[in-house]
């Protein structure tokens, strides 16, 4: 009864004080950081007001209620729909979060000490969970809709259907980096390829075998994407041309076949400052799709494409020639700055 009170009062307190108040000094407003775009990717306008002039964002999702960012320090979220996003604070999650999952019951954060938090009631109010998932390094999360929750970790695919009390591995030996699920089948992104599975999780097949990592996998439409990690893609770039230094596919029919569709982003290839330490980790960043157009983040800019990859026209150049992380709602797209790992 107690702890039922004080979570109570938590929430009360947590809706009676502005964003801002605690936890967050005082400081200039961030710009140059997330972009809007409203035409299908042709225009882009920065609705970074609001934010911390120096907030270190790892990630955006959106649905279609909120935008959220996650970053170093905490959650920070918008209504969709505003003309200009108006963003506040979640003021009792001030961890380093990677990324934010969506959930039947409430979103799901992960933290970079590699562990999760449930939202609860969309209040805001994040409290850890899968504690009992130890010594697993944990990248993504899924839940289905019939419950059932899927971890993808450095060991495999684990699966619970106790929310979280339990769980049991449903594929071993595979390093998951992504989980997704469309049209009832759930595919898993690794270091060698994506795994499919049509009977709720239960057994996996290959469907894609690659020889790099699969770093990013998701739902543009009616197909599904996967963006390849590839090593050394500055050297392999500069001694070869006429390719891209990672690939973009996409399958039409659940991941059966895989086609390329950046064979025409090659022009405006990114030249590192001098100064930079650490090689490029890639070259195509991510996708997204919004209407009838794709758009693409590569280290040269933003591309859109309205015959599906065919041709591409870039519509927005970055002057520090930055990388870009996607989410949409409805027709409207996001763009945050991605980590260029320099």
């Known amino acids: 009864m107690l702890s039922k009170i004080v979570f109570i009062c938590l929430l009360f307190w947590q809706s009676s004080i502005p964003c801002g108040f605690i936890h967050e000094p005082k400081c200039s407003s961030a710009f140059d950081l997330v ?10 306008q920065d609705v970074s007001s609001g934010l911390p002039s ?6 955006i ?109 449903v594929l071993a030996d595979e390093k998951v980096l992504d989980l997704i699920q469309y049209e009832g089948m759930i ?10 599975s049509t009977d709720h999780g239960e ?5 894609l075998k690659e020889s790099n990592v699969i770093r990013n996998m998701g739902i543009i439409g009616d197909q599904v994407f996967a963006i390849t990690y ?6 392999k ?34 030249v590192y ?15 997204a799709k919004a209407g009838e157009f794709l758009v693409c983040s590569i280290d040269a800019g933003i591309f859109r494409s309205a015959d599906q990859g065919k041709t591409w026209t870039r519509v927005f150049t970055h002057k520090e020639n930055q990388i870009f992380n996607f989410t949409t709602t409805g027709k409207v797209i996001y763009a945050v700055k991605a980590n260029k790992g320099c």
Request: hydrophobic share 35%.
């Open 35 to 44: 972009y809007q775009s409203t035409d299908g990717g042709l225009t882009w």
């Open 54 to 59: 120096q907030l270190e964002v790892t990630d």
């Open 61 to 169: 999702f959106s649905d279609d209620r909120e935008i959220i960012l996650s970053s170093a320090s905490g959650i920070y979220r918008s209504q969709t729909g505003l003309k200009n996003p108006s963003w506040k604070k979640d003021m009792f999650l001030n961890d380093k979060i990677s990324s934010v999952f969506k959930g039947r019951s409430g979103n799901y954060a992960r933290n970079f000490d590699n562990g999760f938090y449930k939202e609860y009631m969309n209040t805001g109010t994040w409290l850890p969970v899968f504690k009992n998932l130890k010594e697993v390094w944990k990248w993504s999360f899924l839940e289905t809709p019939n419950g059932a929750l899927f971890i993808g970790s450095d060991h495999g695919i684990f699966k619970s259907g106790n929310n979280g009390q339990s769980w049991f591995k």
């Open 187 to 196: 595919l898993a992104s690794s270091f060698e390829g994506i795994f499919k």
């Open 203 to 207: 057994s996996w097949q290959r469907v």
């Open 230 to 235: 590839e090593e050394g893609p500055q050297q």
């Open 237 to 270: 770039a500069h001694s070869n041309p006429k390719e891209m230094a990672n690939k973009l596919l996409i399958s039409s029919d659940l991941g059966k076949t895989w086609k390329r569709i950046d064979e025409r982003l090659i022009a405006g290839r990114f």
């Open 273 to 287: 400052q001098a100064q930079c330490n650490s090689n490029p980790t890639w070259f195509i960043n991510d996708v």
